[in-house]
């Protein structure tokens, strides 16, 4: 079962704010495995713009993961982390019972801005864990019949990534070369979902640009690539994430209370969230809650 899920456009942080592709939620399904956020941006051309500028927000009860194709995005949060990621490297932050991060681009940067951003749920047993940031520079990479497959997270074919998981999961970036023709292996008990970075390769018999999230469903074995011009492509997998959430603006939850609770401390100045220092301007503030209550959902609406 293949399914084509269409990205949303999103200014983050406010209506003039950088522009991204929303690919997690989508309409129609929530999570991949534990994968239950993804946003797509660029290539962009920084040279006339001030590039990205997301100031300090809060997080609760998830990972974020960023993986850049091109440029640079500085990372500062409350543990005193300060961390340029570039290409190849892997910034990973695990929000626990509550972090607060800023993100942007560095004053001295490259001309084009190009990666993805992606939360991972944390299963209930370890979501209230203290928060952690830690940068992986050296990721694991295997290679055959033109297909390069780096580790961002889990395990793949005997190798595995460095990064911290709780949940059963795979993260990967599938680079091909051009003419490369080649079957994937999959974990049955996975389910999986791709997202093309660059090229148009053809994914089980669907040639896939740059824009959607093609999902691939689970109890498959592997998935056969094949590519015309050299690709690059993102894989998510992981189990099927039974737990319920509830997902309002930054923050991961299991009920509406629990929400009202982390939308306060954040805007009480709580020692929850402590202080991001070295970013030039404001945190973001909350917006306001719904008028109805949030309901926990599952994995697909």
């Avoid at 999103?10 to 993804?38: M, S």
């Amino acid at each position: 079962m293949s399914e084509l899920l269409e990205g949303t456009p999103v200014a983050l942080g406010g209506p003039r704010g950088f522009a991204v592709t929303r690919l997690l939620p989508a309409k129609g399904r929530r999570l991949v495995g534990a994968w239950c956020f993804l946003d797509a941006y660029g290539p962009v051309d920084l040279t006339a713009t001030p590039g990205m500028r997301v100031a300090p927000h809060p997080h609760t009860g998830l990972q974020t993961v960023t993986w850049l194709l091109a440029g640079e995005v500085l990372h500062r949060d409350i543990l005193g982390s300060v961390q340029e990621i570039r290409p190849g490297q892997l910034n990973l932050m695990t929000a626990g019972r509550g972090i607060a991060h800023s993100e942007e681009t560095p004053a001295g940067h490259s001309p084009i801005l190009h990666g993805v951003q992606l939360w991972v749920a944390l299963p209930h047993a370890v979501r209230d864990m203290a928060p952690a940031f830690a940068h992986h520079d050296d990721l694991p990479v295997v290679t055959r019949d033109g297909l390069a497959v780096t580790v961002l997270m889990g395990s793949f074919e005997g190798v595995t990534s460095p990064a911290a998981t709780h949940t059963p999961l795979i993260g990967a970036e599938l680079s091909l070369d051009a003419g490369a023709e080649v079957d994937l292996p999959l974990d049955p008990a996975f389910e999986y979902a791709l997202l093309t970075l660059d090229g148009a390769p053809t994914v089980d018999g669907t040639t896939l640009k740059p824009g959607p999230l093609l999902y691939a469903g689970d109890g498959r074995r592997s998935l056969r690539l094949t590519a015309s011009s050299a690709s690059r492509l993102l894989l998510l997998g992981g189990e099927p994430f039974a737990e319920r959430l509830v997902m309002w603006w930054n923050f991961v939850a299991r009920d509406h209370d629990e929400i009202v609770q982390m939308r306060a401390d954040w805007a009480d100045h709580t020692p929850r969230f402590g202080e991001v220092h070295g970013y030039d301007g404001p945190p973001l503030p909350a917006p306001p809650m719904p008028i109805t209550r949030l309901v926990p959902r599952g994995r697909a609406r």
